[in-house]
């Protein structure tokens, strides 16, 4: 089969589609999906530079999500069967012809949606959902502050907001950007070049009740300045480094708290797991999706064979949500 692999560690370059050794059977409780489509996370920009290692076990090929057809089913999987239209959730390997992937990490292509399309959605769809819902308790009435409003996670995280009955500010970097995020619900735009988030949210609000955070260190001490009382930071990406001093005084003012989370090393199964992110995906958020309440923003479909433009693509300022890679005719 054919895969992406790396020649080394660096820039888009080191990357090329060529052949491997395939894949063996689904082991049990596993899938094997032919991928149509694999979407393209910081986190694969972050590994082809060799700053962000996969856990052990997890495949050394890149790619934490894909779409495609279930092909072969491992002993104990009851739930799908070959020919099953499916997208999933993995800790690595999704840039390939075929992958395996737990049962347990596996969603239907929500109905209406392309195949290919679907590859944009798990691991937005689960950050989104296990921060903001699940861990922060985001509902109706709120404000949501998302830092990087215009990346994948920022543009499903506002249609998550709204339709949840939340109100939704956001940070970007270009107009452009902050007219794509109005487009989906956002009410308060704030281009981070040109105005202090902080000064521009205290103008019309009290605080965020909830932050979603990407940047880390560097904005650690804005953020809780721009809580509200009661409200929720949660820290996804270090984006602004690691480091940083906590005034846990100011914290303690606004009787605040501060979660940081991580998505890929979450245990398959269990409290906390992917297993349970998805079948809350399935039970309270496919519908969304289904009825087109909440769309995948896709920016750009590009060949796996052209996977280091995918790349720069990502990494540019102008593109706006998710970009995918197309690795097989649906």
């Known amino acids: 089969m054919y895969a992406v692999t790396l020649d080394g560690f660096g820039g888009p370059e080191v990357m090329k589609w060529a052949q491997v050794d395939d894949l063996p059977a689904p082991g049990p409780g596993e899938v094997a999906i032919d991928v149509v489509a694999a979407g393209v996370n910081r986190a694969d920009l972050l590994q082809r530079q060799g700053l962000y290692p996969p856990p052990p076990g997890a495949s050394e090929t890149l790619g934490l999500e894909v779409s495609g057809v279930v092909a072969e089913v491992g002993a104990g999987v009851r739930d799908w069967r070959p020919g099953d239209k499916v997208c999933a959730l993995l800790s690595g390997g999704g840039y390939a012809e075929r992958v395996n992937a737990p049962a347990a990490q596996l969603l239907p292509v929500p109905e209406g949606l392309d195949v290919a399309a679907a590859a944009a959605l798990p691991e937005v769809a689960a950050t989104v959902w296990s921060n903001l819902v699940m861990t922060a308790g985001l509902h109706s009435g709120q404000l949501l502050l998302i830092h990087g409003g215009g ?135 496919w519908p969304l999706v289904s009825d087109g309440t909440v769309v995948p923003v896709v920016s750009a479909e590009v060949p796996v064979t052209d996977v280091a433009e995918a790349h720069r693509l990502l990494d540019s300022d102008e593109t706006v949500g998710k970009v995918i890679l197309g690795i097989r005719e649906p």
């Open 151 to 285: 990346s994948g996670i920022g543009t499903h995280a506002i249609q998550v907001a709204r339709a949840l009955g939340a109100r939704v500010a956001v940070t970007a970097g270009s107009r452009y950007k902050l007219d794509r995020c109005a487009e989906l619900g956002a009410t308060v735009l704030i281009n981070y070049r040109e105005h202090d988030f902080v000064t521009t949210l205290h103008s019309e609000y009290p605080g965020a009740d909830i932050i979603l955070d990407n940047m880390g260190a560097a904005y650690l001490e804005r953020n809780v300045e721009a809580l509200a009382v009661d409200g929720h930071l949660v820290v996804i990406g270090m984006q602004g480094g690691v480091k940083a001093e906590l005034n846990l005084g100011a914290l303690l003012a606004k009787r605040g708290s501060i979660h940081a989370t991580n998505l890929r090393r979450r245990p398959e199964t269990g409290h906390g797991s992917k297993a349970e992110i998805i079948t809350e995906l399935r039970r309270h958020l």
